[in-house]
């Protein structure tokens, strides 16, 4: 069996799949600008130089790891630390790959890690709704593409106005605060389920217990037993539903 997107797409820009990812891309993207602004800003607040924030927001590329890392390295915090709350926030990203995987499996490696570089949430849950079935199919690799480039257009044009801006303004404006604000925002509407609603609990009131460890640690402990809370939730809600069939 041969795999359709397998070959280079010589006219990726032009096939109605192409136009597609475009098109799907659009409505979201002045969120995703606002939230690179908000992100950009933080970076800055937080101590980092624009030379340090620009190497950030272009080789991380992940708002959520990048907030959560900032605190960390205002303190100080030792690398390790800093490194393994970055990976702890985007542990979602292996599930993202586990589903994303059957359908790039023959590219070559190099264009699949370029691809996973720019696929985020939002990109990987517009793919999957469209090409649900792993079959070949023709137009993947151009879908995608249609949602990668203007997805991370957004956040690094985002990005970058924040990192100018918030070393331009006054530090009494307190402009640190928008990072904190901007995914308590984002993360409310997401807790719409019990066992999102049972970790959130959960790694609030461990990050307010453990307040006093040393290099923000509270922060790393509170991510970890409410990711495993909202897994043992899920799995009991799950076994019920077995239960009842």
């Not at 891309?25 to 101590?47: H, N, Q, T």
């Not at 901007?182 to 790694?203: D, F, K, N, Q, S």
């Not at 495993?228 to 809600?237: C, K």
Request: aromatic share 10%; charged share 10%; proline share 7%.
């Amino acid at each position: 069996m041969t795999y359709p997107d397998s070959q280079p797409d010589v006219a990726a820009h032009h096939e109605p799949s192409w136009r597609a990812g475009l098109k799907d891309s659009i409505p979201p993207l002045f969120g995703i600008g606002a939230w690179g602004l908000v992100v950009g800003v933080a970076m800055v607040k937080s101590g980092l130089t624009v030379m340090q924030a620009l190497g950030m927001t272009l080789v991380v590329f992940a708002g959520s790891a990048q907030l959560a890392s900032l605190p960390l390295i205002a303190a100080a915090a030792p690398v390790w630390v800093i490194f393994l709350t970055a990976v702890v926030v985007n542990l979602r990203f292996v599930i993202f790959s586990a589903l994303m995987a059957p359908h790039f499996a023959k590219l070559p490696l190099v264009r699949r890690f370029l691809l996973g570089y720019g696929s985020g949430d939002l990109t990987t849950a517009l793919f999957l709704q469209r090409f649900p079935s792993e079959t070949p199919e023709v137009g993947k690799v151009s879908y995608l593409r249609g949602l990668v480039y203007p997805n991370w257009l957004a956040w690094q044009a985002g990005s970058i106005a924040g990192i100018f801006l918030g070393s331009a303004v006054p530090a009494e404006w307190g402009l640190g605060f928008a990072g904190t604000l901007a995914i308590v925002c984002i993360t409310v509407p997401m807790v719409a389920t019990r066992p999102a609603l049972a970790g959130a609990l959960v790694a609030g009131v461990t990050a307010v217990l453990a307040h006093a460890l040393p290099y923000k640690l509270g922060l790393l402990a509170a991510v970890i037993i409410g990711m495993f809370t909202a897994m043992l939730v899920e799995g009991q809600i799950e076994r019920r539903k077995a239960a009842n069939v």
